[in-house]
């Protein structure tokens, strides 16, 4: 499976941005999807994941309130909506694809990997 972001981008604080994760390969089987993010000098972690039928989402308590996922299986496609941003959001933010129907925010649990994109949030 390969993973493919897009939308990063350079934003004022409170202002809004839109990820979007493409996958393609054998997508045939279920996955939950997932964004982590990584800013400099630390270690990735968590943002939000989706399970596979929509029924569960996890959100990191930094985002809660300002940054949604969605989905859509149709078009192997999964989308992080970003509003209120704050400069403390600035990273690289990675999708990432878990194998299976279960859900998780450890990062060790995902399977597949985008390449990242930066989102840089100016104060």
């Known amino acids: 499976v390969q993973l493919v972001e897009s939308g990063g981008g350079l934003v004022q604080a409170g202002g809004s941005l839109r990820l979007s994760c493409a996958a393609s390969g054998h997508t045939s089987s279920s996955y939950a999807m997932g964004w982590f993010r990584q800013a400099p000098g630390k270690e990735r972690e968590f943002v939000t994941a989706r399970s596979w039928s929509g029924s569960r989402t996890y959100y990191a308590d930094s985002v809660k309130g300002r940054f949604t996922i969605s989905r859509d299986n149709a078009k192997n496609t999964v989308y992080l909506q970003m509003n209120s941003l704050k400069p403390e959001d600035t990273a690289v933010y990675y999708c990432?694809?878990?194998?299976?129907?279960?859900?998780?925010?450890?990062?060790?649990?995902?399977?597949?990997w985008g390449q990242g994109t930066q989102v840089t949030v100016s104060s």
């Open positions: 990432a694809a878990m194998v299976g129907l279960g859900l998780s925010s450890k990062t060790d649990e995902y399977h597949y």
